[in-house]
């Protein structure tokens, strides 16, 4: 057997792509290929863009070229589907240099947009959910075995008519399979450093002493979700797990070979299925595993007192709560599955056991008004949190989501392609969903996290801290309408003015 090379390509998403964590998916990608007795390398464009500014950027080809100055014989990438008009002009850029070089996708940039790839790009295979059972078996049977190939579960081929085909993957419910994570072929210690950066700068007010020295990695326990929220893209609804054994022997083998100190767990959802995490906790609590977790994705119709007490002791710092709106109305649209009570209750739960939570929230969303923010506005009020507690995301449809069919089907997008070349960042609001006008709708946004800290402050009757944040409010608004959405990071005024107003009255 001739050994070959596979080239993983981490795509960037967005024209300043800060994503600080390693590049799991290709790292799971890489193992699997060494496996079979063939070599893999992985390209971090992101971390190229970061690390070395005045090399590469996402304007030219630069990071292209450095993909095509390696040598490799296959080529995978596996991304999100906003990196689509990034990878569209690499995979044009090899096919131009090296044509009939096998080129496989992986992840929502694959799948959701297929019809995208057949027209524009054609890439020679596709895969569906879990890359590495797929990759395992591609590396077996390819090239020589054409018919295997084609029948590998979770590997979409293109056939004679230039169209995708493909079988349904098989996806073990549990996870152990995967072997352990290793990052030796990463600059480790940049990711370190820029999740503990992001984890210190995320965490909401608390009981949390945020430890300097933290040493920080991502940890996967689970995979997939259950539910259907419209704006979510998942390949299927499953919740796959590691079991309570795997999951503490992996936290015990991080810790001595990596010294990890903390865990940013990256799960879609962690508190899905209570008796599991009861297990989870109860094993690392018996080995006397001492780690903190932070963690996204708790459901807040499951959660209990009892379960949050556990996690705590288990080492659990902060959870983040996917509460999206306090109104029922909104929480219907987007199919959320929970009441406007259980959000309360979940995040009051979370003051009573002493534990930090951040609160996501979806503005603009189809169906959103004045009425339905204001109501989002009373429940953030009543839980007596301030803006810095919870985390506003502007609505954005990607394909794959009931959400974009929705904006298919409605017009608002009648182009795919120019729609995923024109996204931009998770801020921008290029396509306004709600029946308010734009402009208007983005100062509510503004108003609301105002009225929010209005609130928290004239309790505790700080004044000064209300003309303040009043002052910093219509800067705020005036900086949105003027400064573009990608200028922003760049030049940082609104930083600077916030920092002014602070000095004025005497804040710093
Ligand atoms: S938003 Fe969260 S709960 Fe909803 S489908 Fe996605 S992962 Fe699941």
Redesign the pocket.
């Known amino acids: 057997m001739s050994t070959r090379q596979v080239l993983l390509v981490n795509p960037a998403r967005y024209l300043k792509d800060t994503y600080i964590f390693p590049p799991l998916h290709l790292l799971y990608i890489a193992q699997s290929i060494r496996r079979t007795g063939h070599e893999a390398e992985i390209v971090d464009i992101p971390y190229l863009i970061n690390t070395q500014p005045e090399k590469f950027n996402l304007q030219d080809d630069s990071g292209i070229d450095y993909v095509l100055s390696k040598d490799f014989d296959i080529l995978g990438i596996g991304s999100v589907v906003s990196s689509y008009s990034y990878c569209e002009r690499l995979v044009k850029k090899v096919r131009e240099k090296r044509d009939g070089l096998p080129i496989i996708i992986g992840g929502s940039l694959g799948l959701p947009v297929k019809e995208l790839w057949e027209k524009h790009a054609p890439v020679d295979y596709i895969c569906e959910s879990d890359g590495e059972l797929v990759i395992e078996q591609f590396m077996k049977c390819y090239p020589h075995n054409k018919e295997a190939l084609r029948n590998i579960p979770g590997l979409h081929y293109l056939n004679e008519d230039g169209k995708y085909v493909g079988n349904k993957p098989e996806l073990p419910m549990s996870l152990d399979y995967i072997p352990f994570l290793t990052y030796e072929e990463v600059d480790l210690e940049y990711y370190v450093e820029n999740q503990r950066r992001w984890i210190k700068n995320v965490l909401c007010s608390g009981n949390y002493q945020f430890r300097e020295d933290e040493r920080f990695l991502p940890l996967l326990m689970s995979r ?6 419209t ?4 390949f299927n609804r499953l919740h796959r797990k590691h079991s309570p054994k795997y999951i503490a022997d992996y936290i015990e083998f991080m810790m001595h070979k990596y010294g990890a100190t903390a865990f940013q767990i990256m799960d ?2 962690i508190l ?1 299925n209570k008796k599991w995490l009861h297990e989870v906790c109860d094993e690392i609590i018996k080995r006397g595993i001492k780690v903190s977790f932070f963690s996204s ?1 708790g ?1 807040p119709n499951i959660v209990d007192k009892e379960i949050l007490e556990k996690m705590k002791v288990a080492g659990f710092r902060r959870i983040s709560y ?1 509460i ?1 709106s306090g109104s029922q109305t909104m929480l219907d649209i ?4 929970t009441k406007v009570q259980d959000n309360y209750k979940a995040v009051s739960l979370m003051k009573e056991v002493g534990m930090p939570c951040t609160v996501n929230i979806v503005f603009g969303m189809t169906g959103e008004t004045k009425k339905t923010m204001n109501e989002t506005k009373d429940f953030l009020v009543s839980l007596d949190l301030t803006s810095k507690e919870y985390y506003a995301a502007l609505a954005t449809p990607y394909p794959g989501s009931p959400l974009f069919q929705h904006v298919l089907d409605k017009g608002i997008v009648e182009d795919t392609r120019e729609y995923l070349f024109n996204l931009g960042g998770y801020a921008d609001y290029k396509y306004n969903l709600t029946d308010m006008p734009r402009r208007k709708f983005l100062n509510k946004v503004i108003d609301l996290a105002y009225q929010v800290d209005r609130a928290y402050y004239k309790k505790r009757n700080q004044c000064r801290k209300i003309l303040s944040i009043t002052l910093e409010k219509y800067i705020k608004m005036i900086y949105h309408a003027i400064v573009p959405p990608d200028t922003r990071g760049r030049i940082k005024l609104k930083a600077r003015l916030s920092d002014l107003i602070k000095g004025i009255f005497g804040m710093k």
Not at 224 to 229: M, S
Not at 231 to 234: E, P, Y
Request: charged share 35%; aromatic share 14%.
């Open positions: 997939g979700c259950v539910y259907e929220c704006f979510c893209f998942h879609d959802l899905i994705g459901k996917g999206e987007m199919k959320k599955k």
